[in-house]
């Protein structure tokens, strides 16, 4: 079973979190939506204090395995990057599970990226991955986690920190002498996210990359939901204005 943070009283909020990060990029949001919720956040596998993958799998099947045997659901599910994706293809693949969707940084798993300068900063971290050069692999991962081609001296020093250290732990705990076991996408999942039928809200840093701004409001779109734009912040918006976001997604809980 993931390892999961599991706090407060009321309706169910799970909260996931992005690739190479764990359940402690919530920690703005966790204390303050655990007021009138019941908040879960797990480690999603090859995260945190979940275990580590040695054989296909998928996230989404995780994530409901989890929901099932805590007995939650439906919930209203948010998810940053990777968390959005698996997220999405939650409600695509378990939809009694969900109530409502919150996305920030992707859509469904297997979206296409477009951006040129976003697609070469991809190719240069395939292949510092592939060198195993960690220094490299590192910088490129914070570069697309603040904004591509912003300098790292504008981001709050606290910010940048906490993101360091939960990376620097997943690479650390979970990334093998070998290649890592990658999960295994939803078929199709991209091409079925018009079909959602739930309320759904993208929250979009206006300094992350085209691409990840592109997929969350498609989300929104299809489903006829709402966006949130946060200036000043890159693909970890509610790391970077906290109160703005998690003011937000109370908005979103009551309504």
Do not use: C, K
Not at 69 to 98: C, I, M, N, R, T
Not at 123 to 129: L, P, S, T, Y
């Amino acid at each position: 079973m993931l390892s999961h943070v599991d706090r407060g009283t009321g309706p169910p909020v799970v909260l996931l979190h992005g690739g190479a990060l764990d359940h402690r990029l919530w920690d703005p949001q966790i204390a303050a939506l655990a007021r009138t919720h019941r908040v879960i956040a797990p480690d999603l596998r090859g995260h945190g204090a979940s275990p580590t993958p040695t054989a296909p799998f998928r996230h989404v099947d995780d994530v409901a395995a989890l929901l099932r045997h805590l007995d939650v659901g439906p919930a209203a599910v948010a998810g940053v990057s990777l968390g959005a994706s698996v997220a999405v293809d939650l409600a695509l693949e378990a939809p009694e599970l969900v109530t409502a969707l919150v996305v920030s940084g992707a859509g469904a798993s297997g979206a296409e990226f477009r951006d040129p300068a976003t697609l070469d900063l991809l190719a240069r971290w395939a292949a510092a991955e592939q060198a195993r050069d960690r220094a490299l692999w590192t910088a490129i991962f914070l570069e697309l986690g603040f904004g591509v081609g912003r300098p790292l001296a504008d981001v709050a020093p606290d910010v940048l920190a906490h993101v360091r250290r939960m990376t620097d732990d997943t690479l650390d705990h979970h990334v093998p002498d070998g290649a890592p076991v990658l999960p295994t996408p939803v078929p199709g999942a991209t091409a079925r996210v018009p079909t959602l039928r739930l309320p759904v809200l993208a929250v979009v840093g206006l300094l992350d990359s085209p691409d990840h701004r592109r997929m969350a409001r498609e989300v929104a779109q299809a489903a006829g939901g709402r966006v949130v734009e946060v200036p000043g912040a890159g693909h970890y918006p509610n790391l970077e204005h906290p109160a703005l976001v998690t003011g937000a997604l109370q908005a979103f809980l009551r309504a």
